[in-house]
């Protein structure tokens, strides 16, 4: 566990709750504090938009210059990291992410188009970035074709390979299994985040931890898109709790306070979301659901939707 490295997503993954917008004080505020904390890396946005496209976008949905440089005067000691999907990227906007001082990129690995990674990843070796791989909606995936995409990453000297839960569908056990499989079959450090659709996103991160998971994503009060994630200061209380103290907690807690008081979009694990978990739906399928609600009548549609959807799968895989 003193290997763990922990990467705050509190402007990234917490930018879905605001569209990306933050005021420049709150931006100075969390960066500041987790700066100071010892966090390793923070994670200030997407370059140039998320997957799909979004009206109004705020800065940390784009990260273009200024918005960068103002990050880079609050984060001192911490490593600046910015996330983006490959088709979104050309080769100036690494140089100029670069020359803002980033530091670390994590690209987002497209499953269904695995070239677009690799022509991403050509690009970006040409700098000196940390490059972090990102690989989402892993319970939709078998372990043996989450195996095979890493063996292939690791090819490329990457610093590590993040797997995401992004329903947030999965079990202790079954996070236990799954890295215990990818331990032995491949090389490259692994890192894992988790959501809390099921209010198992600190089991999860434990029982990642546990199997020998070296990179950790956080973010504080567990802001983020749906359920929210993993909390900082909840799995850093654990540490702490094992005697593994790297990091502040006392700070910590101080700043996820002040983001529930300043945002009104504490995750509360809203029940459409727990649903969602349980049939590891994404937040995409929860579209095509609709948006009338009634916990009952959606936990059946979601059923329903989850079974014809497992059918299709099987004959079209």
Same mark, same amino acid.
């Given at each position: 566990?003193?290997?763990?490295?922990?990467?705050?997503?509190?402007?990234?993954?917490?930018?879905?709750?605001?569209?990306?917008?933050?005021?420049?004080?709150?931006?100075?505020?969390?960066?500041?504090?987790?700066?100071?904390?010892?966090?390793?890396?923070?994670?200030?946005?997407?370059?140039?938009?998320?997957?799909?496209?979004?009206?109004?976008?705020?800065?940390?949905?784009?990260?273009?210059?200024?918005?960068?440089?103002?990050?880079?005067?609050?984060?001192?000691?911490?490593?600046?990291?910015?996330?983006?999907?490959?088709?979104?990227?050309?080769?100036?906007?690494?140089?100029?992410?670069?020359? +803002?001082?980033?530091?670390?990129?994590?690209? +987002?690995?497209?499953?269904?188009?695995?070239?677009?990674?690799?022509?991403?990843?050509?690009?970006?070796?040409?700098?000196?970035?940390?490059?972090?791989?990102?690989?989402?909606?892993?319970?939709?995936?078998?372990?043996?074709?989450? +195996?095979?995409?890493?063996?292939?990453?690791?090819?490329?000297?990457?610093?590590?390979?993040?797997?995401?839960?992004?329903?947030?569908?999965?079990?202790?056990?079954?996070?236990?299994?799954?890295?215990?499989?990818?331990?032995?079959?491949?090389?490259?450090?692994?890192?894992?985040?988790?959501?809390?659709?099921?209010?198992?996103?600190?089991?999860?991160?434990?029982?990642?931890?546990?199997?020998?998971?070296?990179?950790?994503?956080?973010?504080?009060?567990?802001?983020?898109?749906?359920?929210?994630?993993?909390?900082?200061?909840?799995?850093?209380?654990?540490?702490?709790?094992?005697?593994?103290?790297?990091?502040?907690?006392?700070?910590?807690?101080?700043?996820?306070?002040?983001?529930?008081?300043?945002?009104?979009?504490?995750?509360?694990?809203?029940?459409?979301?727990?649903?969602?978990?349980?049939?590891?739906?994404?937040?995409?399928?929860?579209?095509?659901?609709?948006?009338?609600?009634?916990?009952?009548?959606?936990?059946?549609?979601?059923?329903?939707?989850?079974?014809?959807?497992?059918?299709?799968?099987?004959?079209?895989?």
């Amino acid at each position: 566990m003193n290997n763990i490295q922990l990467l705050d997503v509190t402007l990234r993954d917490g930018g879905y709750k605001t569209n990306f917008h933050f005021s420049l004080e709150m931006i100075k505020s969390i960066l500041t504090t987790l700066d100071q904390s010892g966090v390793d890396y923070i994670e200030v946005g997407y370059r140039n938009g998320p997957f799909k496209s979004m009206p109004n976008l705020g800065d940390a949905g784009m990260c273009a210059r200024d918005y960068l440089e103002y990050c880079r005067k609050w984060v001192k000691l911490a490593k600046l990291t910015v996330i983006f999907h490959p088709k979104n990227i050309q080769p100036h906007d690494l140089n100029e992410m670069l020359d +803002c001082g980033v530091q670390s990129i994590r690209i +987002c690995f497209p499953a269904q188009n695995p070239a677009l990674w690799f022509k991403s990843i050509h690009m970006a070796k040409q700098n000196n970035f940390e490059i972090f791989v990102n690989i989402t909606r892993i319970s939709q995936y078998t372990r043996e074709q989450i +195996c095979e995409w890493i063996i292939e990453i690791a090819k490329y000297d990457v610093k590590g390979v993040y797997l995401a839960d992004s329903n947030g569908s999965l079990t202790p056990q079954e996070i236990e299994n799954l890295f215990g499989f990818l331990k032995e079959k491949c090389q490259v450090p692994l890192g894992f985040h988790a959501h809390d659709n099921l209010f198992l996103a600190q089991a999860n991160a434990v029982a990642a931890i546990k199997q020998g998971v070296q990179f950790i994503d956080a973010s504080l009060s567990g802001l983020g898109k749906g359920a929210g994630n993993l909390r900082t200061e909840g799995i850093v209380s654990f540490l702490h709790s094992e005697g593994i103290k790297q990091y502040d907690l006392c700070k910590l807690i101080e700043a996820a306070e002040y983001v529930k008081l300043k945002l009104d979009t504490a995750n509360n694990s809203p029940a459409k979301d727990i649903i969602l978990g349980v049939f590891d739906l994404s937040q995409d399928d929860a579209v095509n659901l609709g948006e009338f609600f009634n916990s009952k009548d959606y936990y059946y549609k979601a059923e329903q939707y989850y079974s014809d959807r497992k059918v299709v799968l099987e004959i079209d895989p």
